[in-house]
């Protein structure tokens, strides 16, 4: 597997000999100082060009980057499918047969005059006319989790506890997928979200938990993190059932903790209440004919 100085040498060599690439830029978990390093880090790489013409007619151009395992061109996906695309960019997910990936994507210099800025992750690389604009020092202050509002703190807990009832009756009428991503695409964006404030709060809202909640494990103390990972269920009825009071449990000790630390009022009667109806739920027969 190419080092990291191998794979940057080439990334540089690239630009240095191709005349329409006058400025290379980097952004994503390589610049980001208080990012665990490992051998699955992308190179997320911007090569500000001329015109990006040359390289869209020429498609082997990428080839110099090395042996590929596997691309993906969104760009070109999207323009397939009709949706629309930014003439000015251009991007390719290269996996290569080492094992590294390159996310390269190419844009005009006027495009990269609305795009360099935006991104708090992101580190000059290569600049031959001096056109990147002077940049702050990279850091991951753009993606610190945001304090919320009361109105979103209470709109949060009430979806969480409102949506539980989709789930369970989704696992009494023994539809699996309706159930399975009623709690992972709903309940657990919620679950999630209040974890996020709640790292906030420990934090001072100087943290960033992580694409996807990646860090959770590195934020949460043990007790709660095995409690996360136990929120994570079988296709069996009893581990799902295990898995949505697991779920409750852990929301409620992280809602009640962001509440006291943000001075806002949990909805203690909607747990009450939503609690009462799920029990009911999983102790119904096959057959039942009421709920409650």
Request: net charge negative; glycine share 4%; proline share 5%.
């Amino acid at each position: 597997m190419r080092t990291e100085k191998d794979m940057m040498n080439v990334i540089k060599t690239v630009a240095l000999n191709e005349e329409g690439i006058r400025a290379v830029y980097m952004n994503g978990s390589r610049t980001n100082p208080r990012a665990p390093k490992d051998i699955f880090q992308d190179y997320d790489i911007v090569y500000v060009v001329t015109d990006l013409a040359p390289y869209l007619n020429n498609p082997q151009w990428i080839d110099i980057f090395g042996e590929r395992l596997m691309i993906q061109e969104p760009d070109k996906l999207d323009k397939q499918r009709g949706f629309p695309v930014n003439p000015n960019s251009y991007g390719y997910l290269m996996l290569f047969q080492d094992g590294n990936r390159i996310d390269l994507r190419l844009q005009t210099i006027e495009e990269m005059r609305h795009t360099y800025k935006a991104d708090s992750l992101t580190i000059p690389v290569l600049d031959k006319d001096h056109i990147l604009p002077t940049i702050p020092a990279a850091s991951d202050k753009d993606y610190h989790v945001r304090q919320p509002t009361e109105a979103g703190y209470y709109a949060c807990t009430n979806n969480f506890w409102w949506c539980l009832q989709n789930v369970a009756k989704g696992i009494w009428r023994a539809e699996l997928p309706y159930a399975k991503q009623m709690f992972e695409l709903v309940i657990r964006p919620c679950l999630d979200q209040m974890v996020d404030w709640w790292i906030g709060c420990q934090h001072d809202f100087q943290a960033a938990p992580g694409k996807m909640g990646k860090y959770f494990s590195i934020y949460l103390p043990s007790d709660y993190w095995q409690l996360y990972k136990a929120t994570y269920s079988g296709s069996s009825n009893q581990e799902f059932w295990d898995s949505i009071f697991t779920v409750c449990k852990l929301f409620r000790l992280l809602a009640l903790n962001v509440a006291t630390q943000l001075g806002f009022t949990y909805a203690e009667e909607e747990e009450t209440a939503m609690l009462h109806y799920l029990y009911a739920v999983k102790e119904l027969p096959a057959d039942a004919e009421a709920i409650l």
